[in-house]
C-alpha cells in the first residue's frame, strides 16, 4: 500500500473516541461507568410502546421522507413553540436528522468552504473538531476556565477575523455544565449580527438545567436567519441508542443542511421518529419530574466527590460533573483516569481530550451522573477509598 497513511491528513490523530477506550476499560475490569453520557434505565414505557407499535403496524420500516416524517416535524414545531417562544414552519423550517451528531456533521459540511474558521467553545464535545476538519475548515477555540467557566467576551470579540464564519455553540455545555446567560447570549448574538456570521448552537441539554433557565440564542433579535439550532431526543427522552435528533433554522439554511444531510444518511430511525413525536408532546410533568430526579443525583454526586477529596465545579445544567484532581495530590487526568478502574473500580473521562489548550484541561477530570442512585451511592463509596 506504499508509505501514504490510510487515514486522511484531515483526520490524523483522531483515532478511537476517548469514550470507547474508557467505555471497554469498564467493562474489562467491570467498574461503574461514569464516562460516557448514557442513562443506565430507559425513558418513558409508553415512548418504548410507541416504537414498538410503529414497527408492528409498519410505520417507518421502509425509508421515511428525507426532511423526516410530517408527524415528528410537527411535533418538534410544536416543542420549540411551546418551551422556547419561536415558531417554526414544520415543512420548511425542521430537519429530523440521525441524532445531534449527524445535524453537527451536516450544518458543518454545509454551510463551510475550506479554510473558514470556526470559533468553538473548548473544551468543545468531541465530534466539533472531526467535523470542523472534516469540512476543511479551522476551528478557533474560545477557552471556558475553571473555576466558573464563563465565556470570555472580550476575547471571543478580539478571535473574529475576517475569514471566521460561525459561532459553534453548546449550552448547555457538555463537559463543564456551563449555562449561557441572557447578557452572555446577548453579547454573542451582538458579535454574530455586527460581522455577519452564523451561529450552530447545540442544544441537547436544554431540558437538563437545574438553575436558571435556557434560553435559546435564535430568539433573540436578528438571530432568527443566522442560527440552526440543534437537538435530540437521547438525552432528553433518555434513549440515547435511537439516535433521532433535528434541526430548527430558517428555510434556506434547513435547504443548506439538508443538501448535507441527504448525503450523509439520507434518513433513518423510522419507527423511533414516531416514538419521538410522542414523546415531544408529553406534559410538564414528565420534563420536570426527569430534571428533579437528575438534580438529587446531581447533589448525590457532587457531594461524595467533595467529600472524596475532589475539587467540584457544581454544573448548572447537562448531566456531568467537571472535577480538579490537584488537591487529591494528582496533575494529570488522562493518567488518573486510566488509573482509576484499578484503583476503585470507576471510570471517568479526562476532560483534556476535548481541548486543544491541554494545559488547561490537564487536572481536569469528567463524571456523569445519569445512572441509578444505587450506582452513584457505590460510586460515591469507591471513590471515597482514594
Ligand atoms: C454536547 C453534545 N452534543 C451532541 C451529542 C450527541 O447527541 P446524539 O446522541 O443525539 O447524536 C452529545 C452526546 O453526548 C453531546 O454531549
Redesign the pocket.
Known amino acids: 500500500m506504499g508509505t501514504r497513511p490510510l487515514l486522511n491528513r484531515r483526520l490524523a490523530g483522531m483515532g478511537t473516541t476517548i469514550f470507547a477506550e474508557m467505555s471497554a476499560l469498564a467493562t474489562a475490569t467491570g467498574s461503574i461507568n461514569l464516562g460516557q ?1 448514557f442513562p443506565d434505565t430507559d425513558g418513558p414505557a409508553s415512548v418504548a410502546r410507541a416504537a414498538a407499535d410503529a414497527v408492528l403496524a409498519g410505520r417507518g420500516n421502509q425509508y421515511p421522507p428525507g426532511p423526516g416524517i410530517p408527524e415528528l416535524r410537527q411535533a418538534v414545531a410544536e416543542h420549540q413553540q411551546r418551551f422556547r417562544g419561536i415558531a417554526y414552519d414544520p415543512d420548511t423550517e425542521v430537519l429530523v436528522t440521525a ?4 445535524a ?1 456533521a451536516a450544518a458543518l459540511l454545509a454551510l463551510l468552504e475550506p479554510g473558514d474558521e470556526v470559533i468553538a467553545l473548548e473544551p468543545f ?1 468531541d ?1 466539533y473538531a472531526a467535523c470542523i476538519a472534516m469540512a476543511g475548515a479551522v476551528r478557533v477555540p474560545l477557552t471556558l476556565r475553571a473555576p466558573d467557566f464563563r465565556p470570555d467576551l472580550d476575547r471571543l470579540r478580539s478571535l473574529v477575523t475576517p475569514r471566521t464564519r460561525l459561532l459553534l455553540l ?1 449550552s448547555p455545555h ?1 463537559p463543564t455544565g456551563l449555562v449561557l446567560s441572557p447578557a452572555e447570549l446577548a453579547a454573542i448574538a451582538a458579535i454574530a449580527v455586527e460581522h455577519d456570521l452564523l451561529v450552530v448552537t ?1 442544544e ?2 436544554e431540558h437538563l438545567v437545574f438553575s436558571g433557565a435556557h434560553h435559546p440564542i435564535a430568539a433573540l433579535p436578528g438571530m432568527r436567519e443566522r442560527t440552526v439550532s440543534i437537538s ?1 431526543a ?2 432528553t427522552f433518555s434513549f ?1 441508542g435511537w ?1 433521532v ?1 433535528w434541526v430548527t433554522a430558517s428555510a434556506p439554511l434547513v435547504a443548506a443542511v439538508r443538501t448535507a444531510k441527504q448525503y450523509l444518511t439520507y434518513v433513518s430511525a423510522g419507527p423511533f421518529q414516531y416514538a419521538v413525536a410522542d414523546a415531544l408532546r408529553l406534559p410538564d410533568d414528565y420534563f420536570d419530574d426527569f430534571r428533579a430526579d437528575l438534580l438529587r443525583k446531581r447533589d448525590l454526586l457532587a457531594d461524595g466527590l467533595s467529600a472524596a477529596g475532589f475539587r467540584v465545579f457544581r454544573p448548572e445544567g447537562t448531566y456531568f460533573i467537571t472535577t480538579d484532581i490537584t488537591p487529591l495530590g494528582e496533575k494529570d487526568g488522562i493518567e488518573f483516569c486510566r488509573a482509576l478502574p484499578a484503583r476503585c473500580g470507576v471510570v471517568a473521562i479526562p476532560n483534556a481530550v476535548f481541548y486543544d489548550d491541554t494545559e488547561a484541561g490537564r487536572p481536569l477530570v469528567r463524571f456523569t451522573f445519569c445512572k441509578q442512585i444505587e450506582v452513584l451511592e457505590e460510586a460515591v463509596t469507591r471513590l471515597g477509598r482514594l
Open positions: 453520557g441524532g445531534a451528531t449527524e453537527i464535545y465530534s453548546n457538555n447545540d441537547v441539554y435530540s437521547g438525552k440515547t439516535k435528533g
